[in-house]
């Protein structure tokens, strides 16, 4: 699977929309891009994925670049909630590969 | 419709007892994966199984350390003589179907694990 780059932490202001900056230079052309979080003393929650499309749901939206070496998670209005670790991850399908954690990035909503 | 249940909550085991941390998958989830969270660390895959077999074991350490999933109940992760080294917060995720089709996990929310 290829890797991904994400900032370490960023800050957003209630209420303002969060922009979450995936960069996943190597991916190839059946890697999908998957966004998870996990909110402290919790489980990962599953947010959104995509391949090349943008892609919307209740949670989130997802723009990916047209080359598809970037993506953006978006939270649209941010709150206090909100506040976790979000990681993006890339993976193909039709492969029993697992699925990998990095890093992530730590957003901190202010109030 | 529950979700991935895990229990107990928080385990206190000391150094050389053994740990069972159990995970009940969501209805109709047949497919169970087990990954550990050190302290101020990132989740590590462990091992993925489907019912009756493993799958992939690959993030298993080689010795104490065993997983279940059988045809009927929740799926056992099972530490034997457990070490300070093993204290994390073990989560469990499960899914309708595999990695391979790429199914979104569902997550628990853990066995915290506390060896003293």
């Known amino acids: 699977d290829a890797k991904t780059t994400q900032p370490t932490s960023m800050d957003c202001a209630e209420g303002r929309a969060a922009n979450l900056p995936c960069n996943h230079s190597t991916i190839s052309g059946n890697e999908y891009v998957y966004w998870y979080r996990q909110i402290h003393s919790q489980g990962p929650q599953y947010i959104i994925h995509g391949l090349k499309n943008n892609e919307t749901n209740e949670m989130a939206s997802l723009i990916i670049t047209e080359d598809r070496k970037s993506s953006t998670l978006i939270l649209p209005h941010a709150t206090l909630r909100d506040t976790a670790v979000y990681y993006c991850?890339?993976?193909?399908?039709?492969?029993?590969?697992?699925?990998?954690f990095g890093k992530g990035t730590r957003l901190h909503i202010l109030p | 419709n529950a979700g991935v249940m895990q229990n107990p909550r928080h385990l206190v085991r000391r150094r050389g007892q053994e740990a069972r941390l159990r995970c009940s998958p969501m209805k109709g989830h047949s497919h169970v994966y087990w990954y550990r969270q050190l302290p101020e660390e990132g989740l590590k895959f462990m091992v993925y199984l489907q019912k009756e077999n493993i799958i992939d074991e690959s993030g298993m350490p080689k010795e104490r350390f065993s997983a279940e999933f059988p045809k009927e109940g929740p799926s056992i992760l099972r530490i034997q003589q457990v070490v300070r080294g093993d204290s994390a917060a073990y989560f469990c995720a499960s899914s309708p179907a595999g990695f391979r089709a790429g199914s979104p996990l569902h997550f628990g929310n853990g066995t915290r694990l506390t060896v003293t």
């Open positions: 991850i890339v993976r193909v399908m039709n492969r029993d590969d697992k699925i990998i």
